[in-house]
């Protein structure tokens, strides 16, 4: 990848209990510009990322002690703008979902072809590089099937019930204006709804314009990030009012849901 001069390379941390696989990827991650580190468990993982935070993290759920979802809640919670991308063998299916909700970015599942992980890699580098610096706001208003206001006339904060999205700074405030824990992906995803109000949006358009890459369209991980939403904004998230499902299509805002 390449780097504006006098700027360090990304630091990719790589947690795997298979010494293997870690030596592999971080051999493999560097001959591409990336910094490595890695760490066999969950304690080096933590010591690590107090010396240096990383840009993103490769997680291995099945780790002997304290496992990759429970890393991944640390991560999140004290590094909201790291990448996670999880790692997870196929029949693993429960613990994918567990993973999108405790606010990973990506999973691939084991065995994986090495190249589709760094594509993985990048994709969500390019995510939360966007977070760390200018609005994502020009990917939205270049989608060829979606025609959003012009960028000019979109207000700087959207409300969300009594949430308010700063769509300059990237961040989602409360009613008293502290903020909401949120990961680069469910901002593309809010920022996406906040550009095409009362306007139903089905999966292919939301997987197309909020991930940046060809997802399956019957991958359940928007319907996932939706409830994920829909519990850090609505009122009652079972009966949701503003981020609302439309039978056979997908999702729609409804900004003039009254919110208390």
Avoid at 79 to 97: K, Y
Wanted: overall charge neutral; aromatic content about 6%; glycine content about 4%.
């Amino acid at each position: 990848m390449p780097q504006a001069e006098g700027t360090a390379s990304p630091l990719l941390l790589v947690v795997d209990d298979e010494p293997e696989l870690r030596s592999l990827l971080a051999e493999y991650f560097g001959r591409h510009g990336y910094r490595v580190r890695t760490a066999e468990d969950a304690a080096v993982a933590r010591r690590a990322v107090t010396e240096e935070a990383p840009a993103l993290a490769v997680l291995d759920i099945n780790m002997p002690g304290e496992n990759g979802l429970s890393l991944a809640r640390w991560l999140r919670e004290f590094h909201p703008r790291m990448g996670l991308v999880m790692l997870t063998t196929a029949s693993e299916a429960v613990d994918r979902i567990v993973g999108l909700e405790v606010g990973a970015d990506d999973y691939l599942p084991k065995p994986f072809e090495v190249r589709e992980l760094l594509a993985r890699i990048r994709s969500v580098l390019r995510r939360t590089e966007l977070g760390a610096g200018a609005p994502a706001a020009p990917s939205l208003a270049s989608a060829p099937t979606l025609t959003p206001a012009p960028l000019a006339t979109t207000p700087r904060r959207v409300r969300f019930g009594s949430c308010q999205l700063d769509l300059d700074e990237r961040r989602l405030l409360a009613a008293d204006n502290t903020d909401i824990e949120i990961s680069a992906a469910e901002f593309d995803l809010l920022a996406l709804f906040a550009r095409n109000p009362n306007r139903p949006l089905n999966r292919d358009q939301i997987m197309e314009q909020a991930h940046n890459r060809g997802w399956d369209v019957f991958d359940r991980s928007i319907d996932l990030r939706v409830m994920r939403l829909r519990r850090k904004i609505e009122r009652n998230p079972d009966k949701p009012e503003l981020i609302k499902t439309v039978r056979n299509v997908g999702y729609v805002f409804v900004p003039s849901a009254p919110h208390a």
